[in-house]
């Protein structure tokens, strides 16, 4: 698969070339219903109707609302790599993974390359 990348207003998404979907958080960019429902909707462009793993890097986002964290949660994906950095992103992650209860296997990183060597384990 090519490395395609769709910017949105919140982060990018980019189809990485080894299959797997990447969403990059922009810097402190606070995600509502209206930007979650955006994004989600760049992955299903890029994923062209595959069911893709995908790397979701939060390290650098701004707050979330419970609304985009629900749409999240509720987002097509064979599963979820969360990349963390700061605590503040680790509260963000563990609010969505516990409370938000993502349909499809999600866990949280701090390293992206242990994300993407789990998360290719999703590749079909």
């Given at each position: 698969?090519?490395?395609?990348?769709?910017?949105?207003?919140?982060?990018?998404?980019t189809l990485r070339e080894d299959g797997?979907?990447?969403?990059?958080?922009?810097?402190?960019?606070?995600?509502?219903?209206?930007?979650?429902?955006?994004?989600?909707?760049?992955?299903?462009?890029?994923a062209r109707g595959m069911l893709l793993p995908v790397l979701?890097?939060?390290?650098?986002?701004?707050?979330?609302?419970?609304?985009?964290?629900?749409?999240?949660?509720?987002?097509?994906?064979?599963?979820?790599?969360?990349?963390?950095?700061?605590?503040?992103?680790?509260?963000?992650?563990?609010?969505?993974?516990?409370?938000?209860?993502?349909?499809?296997?999600?866990?949280?990183?701090?390293?992206?390359?242990?994300?993407?060597?789990?998360?290719?384990?999703?590749?079909?």
């Open positions: 698969m090519e490395g395609r990348t769709t910017h949105t207003r919140s982060g990018s998404v797997i979907l990447c969403f990059r958080a922009a810097s402190g960019v606070e995600h509502d219903e209206d930007k979650a429902i955006e994004n989600i909707a760049a992955l299903r462009q890029l979701v890097d939060m390290r650098e986002t701004g707050a979330m609302t419970r609304a985009a964290r629900q749409a999240y949660a509720n987002a097509d994906s064979a599963a979820q790599g969360l990349l963390v950095g700061s605590s503040f992103t680790r509260i963000i992650a563990n609010v969505f993974l516990r409370i938000g209860r993502p349909g499809q296997p999600a866990k949280m990183f701090t390293s992206e390359e242990e994300a993407v060597q789990w998360l290719n384990g999703f590749l079909t």
